[in-house]
């Protein structure tokens, strides 16, 4: 979304290749999660093991396509790597750390605009499923930003709602957010 007539060549390959994008942020002193290359069954359940939490994604890619957030299990590991590879050959699995998602642009040096990125939530109604709450929410962020914004209804999804410990289908109390 912030791609300009005057975003240079060097600037889109170092913000396309994640792993790249976290050197040059600890060249520069930068504190970033821990990441490794998947590959190694055996290291990614390691490194699971060491972390309890961790975020697989494509090496490449944009828009959060084949992402998985806050992966716990080794089971979820496992088809969050499978999920990456659908978008690319190289998949990363990094540190999940809790904290706001804060995306800065930075220009000859200077921050020039600065956001804090959230998940979409879904605020109960107490008449409504989750399902429903979701597919609401997404016809509203489709219709503000011309269809390119929606919540897809895919397994990622699902997973992050049973964390919440629900399921697609319940009726979220009025007031409830997830």
């Known amino acids: 979304e912030s791609l300009t007539a005057m975003t240079s060549a060097l600037a889109v390959v170092r913000t396309s290749d994640k792993q790249l994008t976290r050197e040059l942020l600890n060249d520069a002193k930068l504190s970033t999660p821990d990441q ?14 060491k ?10 890619g944009e828009q959060g396509e084949g992402i998985s957030v806050d992966v716990r299990s080794e ?29 800065v642009i930075v220009i000859n040096n200077e921050v020039v605009a600065a956001a804090v990125r959230r998940p979409p939530a879904v605020i109960g109604t107490g008449e409504h499923t989750i399902a429903d709450l979701i597919h609401r929410l997404s016809r509203r962020r489709a219709a503000a930003t011309g269809g390119e914004s929606n919540i897809p209804m895919d397994e990622e999804t699902d997973r992050c709602v049973k964390m919440h410990g629900y399921k697609m289908e319940d009726v979220l109390e009025k007031g409830v957010s997830v």
């Not at 972390?51 to 490449?60: A, G």
Request: cysteine-free; proline content about 2%; overall charge positive.
């Open 36 to 49: 490794m290359v998947a590959g190694e069954r055996q290291r990614e359940i390691q490194f699971l093991n």
């Open 51 to 60: 972390h309890k939490s961790v975020v697989v994604k494509p090496l490449h």
């Open 75 to 103: 089971k979820s590991l496992e088809k969050a790597v499978k999920k990456a590879q659908k978008h690319g050959d190289v998949v990363l699995i990094e540190q999940y750390v809790e904290g706001e998602d804060l995306r």
